[in-house]
Structure formats: C-alpha cells, structure tokens
C-alpha cells in the first residue's frame, strides 16, 4: 500500500481526488446548514419585532401574546426550545403604564453540523426589540 501510495505513476490521484471530493461535500453541507441558522435568526427577528408591536398596542403581556408567541416560533425550523421574556416594570399584573419603555427577548438554540443531527457547533441565537406602551391604564 506504501508503495502505491508513494508511487508517481498518476494512480494516487484517485486517493486525492477521493478526499477532495469528500471535503467539498462536508463543506457544502456546512454552508447549507449555515444558511439554515442565519434564515432563523431573520425569522427570529421578525418575531421579536411582532412581539414587541402587539405588547405596545395592548399595553401589557397577555395570552395574545403567548399565542402570537407560539403561532410565530412554530413556523421557524432549525430552532430548539425557543423563548421569550419581557423586561419592564410592570404597573399591576402584567400591564404596562403608557410611556413605559419594555424590552423583548427572544431566544432559541440552533446547531452548525454536518449531516443529519450531526451537532458540533451548538449556537445560542438571541433576537431583541424595545418599544413603548400605547395603552394609558387607570
């Protein structure tokens, strides 16, 4: 095998060629993965920025809320356990007094691998939106 291998006469080639191919392909399979992670960062982006319009309008973090939550983080694949919390002071409960500023944070994990649920890079992806409450509580 050494002496094949150490051979000049052109038939290594096939060896290197079979390498090359094999690195191609785990690279190909790293970039399509890592466009998977960064559309769910924009996907959770998006949701932040939901999130953050419907808390401003309603003026506090109700069950609308969890279920525009729910409703956004389920159509976002490549995730796992996604999350949120608002940070605020809250007037009573959950309400939010107008002009109260209150920040969203939504968080999700994701994993660059190669193939199937190969997961060598585990990534913590965390989306943020600020805004203002509209609602005047009396």
């Given amino acids: 095998m050494m002496k094949i291998l150490k051979s000049k006469?052109?038939?290594g080639s096939y060896v290197?060629?079979?390498v090359f191919i094999l690195i191609a392909v785990v690279f190909i399979s790293f970039t399509i993965n890592l466009f998977a992670v960064i559309h769910a960062k924009q996907q959770l982006d998006a949701c932040a920025d939901q999130l953050t319009r419907q808390i401003q309008l309603a003026g506090e973090v109700n069950g609308d809320t969890d279920a525009l939550f729910q409703a956004m983080s389920g159509n976002i694949s490549a995730v796992e356990s996604p999350s949120y919390t608002v940070s605020t002071?809250?007037?009573t409960g959950k309400k939010?007094?107008?002009g109260t500023v209150f920040t969203v944070k939504?968080?999700?994990g994701a994993s660059l691998g190669g193939f199937g649920d190969?997961?060598?890079l585990p990534v913590q992806l965390v989306s943020t939106?600020?805004?203002v409450s509209e609602e005047f509580w009396k």
């Fill in 16 to 18: 290197s060629t079979a």
């Fill in 129 to 131: 939106g600020s805004g």
């Fill in 96 to 98: 939010i007094q107008y």
């Fill in 89 to 91: 002071s809250y007037l």
């Fill in 106 to 108: 939504v968080t999700a």
């Fill in 118 to 120: 190969f997961n060598l």
């Fill in 9 to 11: 006469r052109g038939e």
